[in-house]
């Protein structure tokens, strides 16, 4: 199964590394800073059939067995850390029963952009999607997330509005060294601009996947998309 070289452009994003057809199977895996439209991006591919996980997190649609099988996330950033290699182990077991059980799966964890290079071989056909968003309202976003108490940690420890944009920075830079480094098909989405072009994203979507969208699945993801959805980011 070949690559094509072009990129593929539209209002939404850019689709690129495509292979000029997709087999049966495929995992696809959700990239992003946290408050970027990762959760949305895990609902609408929940809604096309893929399994994103047995234990979800109904809040932000992430799967807890990769949560637990890869933190504390420190582990993992220092290649030199004496438990990288055991973890990175636990994750590629769950890879690879993951891909033996389902045709159509995939996992959503904004933390993933630390071991993916480590995982991908285990999965017999990848596809990535990363979402972006405006650097200044995701800060924000995160920022007030970390001051309602639901970003975890005590009000002592929040941080202030800098450390979070050199944090949204850092991670984004993670995430484009990793894309960049990968020949596996990849969508990079505008999370702006999906929401205000819903139907140009959907039109990407099925062409990335290769699969119909049927008229029901495209109204149950407009939904997701839409303003007012507990999708939607502050």
Known sequence: MGATGEA?????????NLPDRQTAQQCVIVLGPGRSGTSMMSAILGQLGYNMGRRLDPAN???????????????????????????????????RRRDREHEHWGWKDPMSAFYLDAVLPEI???????????????????????????GGGSRRD????????????????????????VPHP????????????????IDDLQVFLGRP??????????????????????
């Open 186 to 201: 990849q969508y990079w989405v505008s999370y702006e601009k999906a929401t205000r072009n819903r139907e140009i994203f």
């Open 158 to 181: 929040m941080p202030s509005m800098d450390t979070v944009l050199g944090k949204v920075l850092a991670y984004q830079q993670r995430m484009i060294n990793l894309l960049v480094d």
């Open 61 to 95: 649609h992430e799967d807890q067995d990769f949560l637990e099988a890869s933190r504390p996330i420190s582990v993992l950033r220092k290649k030199a850390h004496p438990e990288r290699a055991q973890r990175l182990e636990t994750i590629r077991q769950l890879v």
């Open 8 to 16: 593929c452009i539209s209002d939404v994003g850019i689709r690129h």
């Open 213 to 234: 969208i049927s008229t029901a699945q495209r109204k149950a993801i407009s939904g997701l998309i839409a303003p007012g959805n507990r999708h939607a980011l502050s």
């Open 124 to 150: 017999g056909n990848p596809l990535i999607i990363a979402l972006f968003r405006d650097v200044v309202a995701t800060t924000v976003s995160r920022y007030k997330l970390s001051r309602t108490g639901l």
